[in-house]
């Protein structure tokens, strides 16, 4: 069973950094892509940042310049390091993992979540 826990998370004030981290049970490049999501309260889920096997990573309008998603091969996790944050940075944020099969069906995993709260 693929395993994805994340860490990092906390309280910061705005303008803070945080910097997230994702412990994956699989070797990281068994995923087609490896992504964060949030969910703020009272909001659906929404994507943050993706890093595929191959090709560019990618950042939501929202977060574009401010974080950074990477693999780190050693540590065989995928982390999130967050700058310029904001109190609208403020929820859950998950880890997700996603496998595509020969039969081009999709296997999603997800971590359970770590608190970012951004408050003065």
């Known amino acids: 069973q693929v395993q994805l826990v994340e860490s990092g998370g906390g309280l910061v004030q705005p303008g803070g950094s945080l910097r997230l981290s994702c412990a994956v049970s699989e070797s990281i490049f068994s995923f087609d892509v490896l992504a964060w999501y949030r969910q703020a309260p009272g909001h659906q889920r929404e994507w943050v940042a993706s890093t595929p096997r191959w090709g560019s990573n990618r950042y939501s309008d929202s977060v574009q310049g401010r974080f950074t998603i990477s693999r780190d091969i050693a540590k065989n996790t995928v982390d999130l390091q967050m700058n310029s944050l904001k109190p609208e940075d403020t929820g859950v944020y998950y880890c997700?993992?996603?496998?595509?099969?020969?039969?081009?069906?999709?296997?999603?995993?997800w971590g359970q979540g770590t608190q970012v709260t951004v408050s003065s």
């Open positions: 997700n993992g996603e496998q595509m099969m020969p039969t081009g069906s999709k296997l999603n995993y």
